[in-house]
């Protein structure tokens, strides 16, 4: 007789975040099916999969750690998981909801609640990275099922996932994409951002916004002198480095130092 196989198992966790990234996965449809047949989904709330607590070979996680029990969480799957990829801008630098980290969060609630004593968060918003050892990072705002299925594909044969580094302002050129820096003088930011998107805004008529992230050997400061020297207000231009990856820090230091060290 054959023996089975063991499949991997697998999880998907979300944390602060808006599960777009998890669509990355439902929206792979038939393709969906096919990874399953590979695979052995343990927890993916989404899908209908419930075992918090399981032990899987792969934990994918999306959103951002904001709340005490998140912080007690993410070390629980870190205990449980043999590898942890973190999926999308929450989970690898902070996402939107970091951007509270710039202002009083405690006059932010007093605001807005009635009993803001009730709210149970952390001062600040942080990525997985900075609780846990992470051993991928899957940028994008949101990940595309792409790189989902990629990632798994390169794990199942034991080799290392590979990820795109070249810049959006690359992809452009490879589309003849009409730069929308240099004919409209708008705030783009595709000259330090990694490439994932295809340069969808760009293709457009959009700006970049950074989706996915600070690209390898980025001249952040360089971009950011250009985009003053555009006639751009300083606050925007600080406020594009730091939306939705401000916790990158080729992102964060420029931003900062633009709004002058806030």
């Known amino acids: 007789m054959i023996k089975a196989i063991q499949k991997p198992s697998v999880a998907v966790h979300k944390f602060s975040s808006c599960d777009g990234c998890q669509l990355a996965f439902l929206n792979l449809g038939e393709g969906l099916l096919d990874v399953m047949e ?16 399981a032990q899987v070979d792969i934990a994918f996680v999306e959103g951002s750690i904001s709340t005490p029990d998140e912080q007690e969480r993410i070390q629980n799957v870190r205990r449980n998981s043999r590898y942890l990829i973190t999926i999308g801008a929450c989970a690898t ?15 932010w609630a007093a605001s807005i609640y009635a009993k803001p004593e009730y709210l149970s968060h952390l001062p600040t918003v ?6 846990v050892r992470v051993d991928l990072e899957l940028w994008g705002c949101p990940v595309t099922s792409h790189q989902v299925l990629a990632a798994i594909r390169a794990l199942l044969f ?7 580094h070249d810049k959006v302002c690359l992809e452009c050129k490879r589309q003849q994409t009409i730069c ?3 004919t409209k003088g708008s705030l783009c930011m595709g000259a330090v951002t990694r490439t994932g998107c295809g340069a969808l805004c760009p293709s457009f008529g959009r700006d970049c916004y950074a989706c996915y992230g600070p690209a390898e050997a980025s001249n952040t400061a360089a971009l950011a002198h250009r985009l003053e020297g555009l006639g751009l207000p300083r606050d925007a231009v600080a406020r594009r480095f730091l939306f939705i990856n401000n916790a990158a820090p080729a992102f964060a ?10």
């Not at 590979?38 to 607590?53: K, P, R």
């Not at 230091?253 to 806030?262: A, D, S, Y």
């Open 38 to 53: 590979l695979i052995d989904v343990q927890h993916f709330v989404e899908a209908g999969a419930i075992n918090e607590h």
């Open 93 to 107: 630098a902070g996402g939107v909801q970091a951007l509270r980290n710039l202002n009083n969060v405690h006059e």
């Open 126 to 131: 942080t990525p997985i990275s900075q609780h």
């Open 158 to 164: 034991g080799v290392a996932p590979v990820q795109d």
């Open 180 to 182: 929308t820096l240099i």
């Open 253 to 262: 230091e420029v931003g900062k130092q633009l709004l002058g060290g806030k």
